[in-house]
């Protein structure tokens, strides 16, 4: 198989169609393990770059997650963050919002569970279902805000979130963080097979809910959505990643490449001593040495 991350990037250039990206890609039984081990290597390299990152505190990164359900989001956390150190990562799942999260402007909640830089966190959902669940659904029509805000047609309501989310998004990378946006790009059949395997294995019951049902006969609208969220907000400093995520394993390997490829980017190292604390150090080592 020769399917490359790059491949799935796009950074704003040319028109968005959400069609020409991949759910599923070609592949070989023989390779999986491959993938697999791969995988494995990134995992250890971020761990590495993410001590890095930790110890020098000047960047942050938040890794925001979306997708449709059943798209594999909760166990890419699983795996991909299986390495890393939790201390020095915040993890965010973003649900329906609380009245008090309501009553502030969409992205309040998005700055509240933002990682202090030296972090990374992870955002399970995000600020897009503000663009992406309430444009489906036009939840915003019931929403309490002044009429200059809301009594407008649903597509120019839109597309002022999307300029609101590319500026957030700007004013965060010209503050020392980065942001990577990893939508989980799953085919309609196979969320219909990860239903089927929810409802047939008890241990998996929980994770399925007849709200679950209603989205899914949205899809199409969803997929109109997506296209246009990401369509509108990706750009250089924060692009989107369309992973192809029909293939659990491959879809593991390229959100570790992509997060691997962020952190080397960003290049973490250890601060360095200056000399007179190196001296005052050796002094310590001496002292320790001679029994103090
Ligand atoms: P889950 O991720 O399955 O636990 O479900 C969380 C639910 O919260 C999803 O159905 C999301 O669409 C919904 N949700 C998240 N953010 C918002 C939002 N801003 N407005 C409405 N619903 C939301
Ligand atoms: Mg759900």
Redesign the pocket.
């Known amino acids: 198989m020769s399917f490359k991350l790059e491949e799935c990037v796009y950074r704003g250039e040319g028109k968005f169609c959400i069609s020409d990206y991949p759910t599923s890609v070609e592949v070989d039984k023989g390779e999986k393990e491959k993938y697999v081990q791969l995988t494995e290597e990134n995992t250890a390299r971020m761990a590495e770059l993410q001590d890095k990152l930790y110890a020098e505190a000047k960047e942050g990164v938040v890794i925001l997650i979306q997708a449709m359900?059943a798209a594999g989001?909760d166990s890419t956390i699983k795996h991909v963050m299986s390495g890393v150190n939790p201390q020095g990562c915040v993890v965010h799942?973003?649900?329906?919002?609380s009245h008090e999260e309501l009553a502030h402007s969409?992205l309040w909640r998005a700055m509240m569970h933002m990682p202090q830089r030296g972090y990374l966190g992870v955002f399970?959902?995000s600020?897009y279902?503000?663009v992406?669940?309430?444009r489906v659904?036009d939840?915003q029509r019931g929403y309490a805000m002044p009429s200059r805000c809301i009594d407008m047609d649903s597509g120019k309501f839109f597309e002022k979130r999307y300029r609101q989310i590319s500026d957030f998004e700007e004013y965060l990378w010209e503050n020392g963080y980065r942001v990577v946006k990893i939508f989980l790009n799953e085919g309609k059949e196979e969320q219909a097979k990860r239903f089927l395997a929810r409802i047939e294995d008890e241990s998996k019951n929980w994770k399925f809910s007849e709200?679950?049902m209603k989205?899914r006969a949205l899809w199409d609208e969803y997929q109109k959505a997506y296209e246009k969220a990401i369509g509108s907000t990706a750009s250089k400093h924060a692009p989107w990643y369309v992973i192809p995520a029909d293939q659990k394993w491959f879809a593991r390997y390229l959100v570790s490449e992509a997060i691997v490829g962020v952190l080397k980017d960003i290049d973490p190292r250890y601060p360095e001593m200056p000399a007179d604390q190196k001296a005052h150090l050796a002094s310590c080592k001496q002292q320790l040495e001679q029994g103090a």
Request: net charge negative; glycine share 0%.
């Open positions: 359900d989001k799942s973003f649900k329906q919002p969409f399970n959902r600020y279902e503000d992406l669940v309430v659904h939840l709200a679950d989205e």
